[in-house]
Nanobody, 123 residues
């Protein structure tokens, strides 16, 4: 069992920044890869970013390249999503995800999910 706890969502004006955090716990969590997904009202959940737990591999959706970054702090079992130059189109519920297979956190098939964090970008 893996538990994921998210924080950092909120309301921000267009052009602003937010940082989401995801704290992971559970057995063999140091072997898991992490990712972020988002779902806007009436839309399908989509991939945002992924990072391998061991380092060396990151993957960002084309829609956020140049604006978002993903990072990790393994000492704290925490993964971050740094969101800059936010746009109203970024408004969504953001979900943290984990899986022992890196590919799974890039294609919406991870085994473990967080509760979601609301991000609202006003114009």
């Amino acid at each position: 069992q893996v538990q994921l706890v998210e924080s950092g969502g909120g309301l921000v004006q267009a052009g602003g920044s937010l940082r989401l955090s995801c704290v992971a716990s559970g057995r063999t969590i140091d072997t898991y890869h992490m990712g972020w997904f988002r779902q806007a009202p009436g839309r399908e959940r989509e991939f945002v970013a992924a990072i391998s737990w061991s380092g060396g591999s990151i993957y960002l959706a084309d829609s956020v390249k140049g604006r978002f970054t993903i990072s990790r702090d393994n000492a704290k079992n925490t993964v971050y999503l740094h969101m800059n130059n936010l746009k109203p189109e970024d408004t969504a519920v953001y979900y943290c995800a984990a899986d022992p297979d890196f590919m799974a956190v890039t294609n919406r098939t991870p085994h473990y999910w967080g509760q979601g964090a609301q991000v609202t970008v006003s114009s």
